[in-house]
């Protein structure tokens, strides 16, 4: 069974920084691409960033770009999202979502919420 | 980026009737490889999205077949035969033919 466990919430003043973790198991790690998506209280889904399997490659959403930073280790079964520079507006519940070809997100993890305040 | 639209955004349904949900893209979500990934999710209330169909029309594994997507291009809709109580939520179409992925309003689907 796949599961996903995302890490690393809290509360966080404006300008800080953060690392949310999510512990895969399940399946072979290293084969699927990984991604964050957040949801802002009450609100829709935002996608964050992706990697792919070995970690050569990521892309982020233009509101994250030069902030967050995600990265795998393929060893540990982990992804993180490193988080720089937050704002208020990163308060969400941040999602591991492993990223099926041809499925897209897939297997969602329960998530993990951060709230930005000072 | 490619701009997901949904209607309409609360659809209050009687147990037993069937339930639509359309859902437009700003521009073709027909990949060079010639598929389209137009996927569908529902949220049950206070849990994750959770994937329901795949590349307009595939159920995943364990989604009843009273769920169904149809559509080519930029349209697309997903249809419940029979609304069960379990179906209540908010369901979200969403593309994955290019970055950034994008995602509808979401339409809240609700009993009458």
């Known amino acids: 069974e796949v599961q996903l466990v995302e890490s690393g919430g809290g509360l966080f003043q404006p300008g800080g920084s953060l690392r949310l973790s999510c512990a895969a198991s399940g399946f072979t790690f290293s084969r699927w691409w990984m991604h964050w998506v957040r949801q802002a209280p009450g609100k829709g889904l935002l996608w964050v960033s992706y990697i792919n399997g070995d970690g050569s490659r990521a892309t982020y959403a233009d509101s994250v770009r030069g902030r967050f930073t995600i990265s795998r280790d393929n060893a540990e079964n982990t992804v993180h999202l490193q988080m720089h520079s937050l704002r208020a507006e990163d308060t969400a519940v941040y999602y591991c979502?492993?990223?099926?070809?041809?499925?897209?997100?897939?297997?969602w993890g329960q998530g993990t919420p951060v709230t930005v305040s000072s | 980026d490619i701009v997901m639209t949904q209607t309409p955004l609360s659809s209050p349904v009687t147990l037993g009737q069937p339930a639509s949900i359309s859902c437009r893209s700003s521009?073709?979500?027909?990949?060079?490889?010639?598929?389209?990934?137009l996927n569908w999710l529902q949220q049950r209330p206070g849990q994750p999205p959770r994937l329901l169909i795949y590349?307009?029309?595939n159920r995943l594994s364990g989604v009843p077949d009273r769920f169904s997507g149809s559509g080519a291009g930029t349209d697309f809709t997903l249809k419940i035969s029979r609304v069960e109580a379990e179906d209540v939520g908010v369901y979200y179409c969403?593309?994955?033919?290019?970055?950034?992925?994008?995602f509808g309003q979401g339409t809240k689907l609700e009993i009458k």
């Open positions: 590349k307009i029309s």
């Open positions: 979502v492993r990223g099926g070809s041809g499925t897209g997100l897939e297997n």
């Open positions: 969403t593309q994955a033919t290019q970055f950034p992925y994008t």
């Open positions: 521009q073709s979500l027909v990949h060079s490889d010639g598929n389209t990934y």
